[in-house]
């Protein structure tokens, strides 16, 4: 008789257990170690990526300091007055069954961050028309601690959203979320790809881990199996990965994280982007190496419910073989 394998018991080892299935041992075992060794810490592994939102006295300095100046109640508003931003993407190659095809773009919602914010999104993307969702990661307000308020945030978010969304994993977003976001109905890609095909057609849709602070992404695993020659779309959480992802080939770039600095000087330039990439590639539209990309500044908010300068946005990329 051959003996039966050992089941995990603990909520810890049934959690390890399946993501190890899903994702992998080796990808589960880095996500989870990084996770619970860096969650709570202002600094990241490599002493550059920052989660300013750790450092316990940044809102209070922060509400002060826009109270002091008269801008908090106007920065507050600011963070609620969402944008819907119509975009166009020329891809000379798209295939005639996609021209016209509407991708909703939604990044740093930080669900739990605030109730208004939230009830705002849900109510603007029900009235949209869209083909696909995506979103491009950070759906919790803190990087450590509980994660239900953020999943309660996001499955009445995934109510609004019609089809099935794609989505990715940000720096603010344990890897504990991925069993029930993907119970919810998010399709999530962890250096992965999806084929979207339509009338005989296919584009091809590839996601990767959080490239900011866990550097958990590998765009050659989330790619290899893409046909030569296919569009194709990446979603990451940061643009920090612009070059590697505009040399191995991708038609199109869609990432956040930034927020577009969240409050900027007059015209809109941010103070910082917690990003190690170019100032242009910082917010909107941008190109590299024939690659086309687009940093969403985010819907919500971290740190502090406040923005200046630089209004959140929803986005709908139209794609198209046409002009811009």
């Not at 295939?95 to 961050?113: C, N, Q, T, W």
């Amino acid at each position: 008789m051959t003996a039966r394998a050992p089941s995990p018991v603990s909520t810890n080892e049934l959690l390890d257990y399946r993501l190890s299935l899903r994702l992998g041992p080796i990808h589960a075992r880095q996500r989870l170690g990084i996770e619970r060794e860096y969650e709570s810490r202002v600094f990241g592994q490599d002493h550059h990526s920052f989660h300013l939102e750790n450092w316990t006295s940044a809102p209070r300095l922060i509400r002060v300091g826009l109270r002091l100046c008269g801008l908090l109640n106007r920065a507050r508003d600011n963070s609620r007055d969402i944008q819907v931003v119509e975009h166009r993407v020329h891809l000379p190659d798209l295939p005639e069954a996609f021209e016209g095809y509407r991708i909703l773009h939604l990044s740093d919602l930080h669900v739990d961050m605030d109730e208004l914010n939230l009830k705002t999104v849900i109510n603007i993307i029900g009235e949209l028309d869209y083909h696909l969702c995506v979103l491009t990661g950070d759906y919790r307000k803190l990087t450590w601690g509980p994660i239900e308020p953020a999943l309660h945030g996001m499955e009445r978010l995934r109510q609004a959203i019609h089809g099935t969304p794609m989505a990715v994993l940000g720096n603010h977003d344990s890897i504990r979320m991925l069993p029930p976001l993907e119970d919810m109905g998010y399709q999530m890609l962890l250096n992965e790809n999806a084929e979207i095909e339509r009338d005989g057609a296919s584009i091809y849709v590839a996601g990767v881990d959080d490239a900011h602070f866990f550097k958990a992404h590998n765009l050659q695993k989330a790619g290899d199996d893409i046909p030569s020659g296919a569009i194709s779309l990446l979603l990451s959480h940061t643009p920090e990965i612009w070059r590697e992802a505009g040399h191995a080939g991708y038609d199109l770039f869609l990432c956040g994280h930034t927020h577009g600095g969240q409050i900027c000087l007059p015209g809109g330039i941010p103070v910082t982007l917690d990003s190690s990439c170019p100032r242009s590639l910082g917010r909107g539209y941008w190109r590299f190496n024939g690659m086309q990309g687009y940093t969403s500044p985010g819907c919500g908010t971290s740190v502090l419910n406040v923005r200046l300068n630089c209004p959140p946005e929803i986005i709908i990329h139209t794609l198209t073989r046409g002009p811009r």
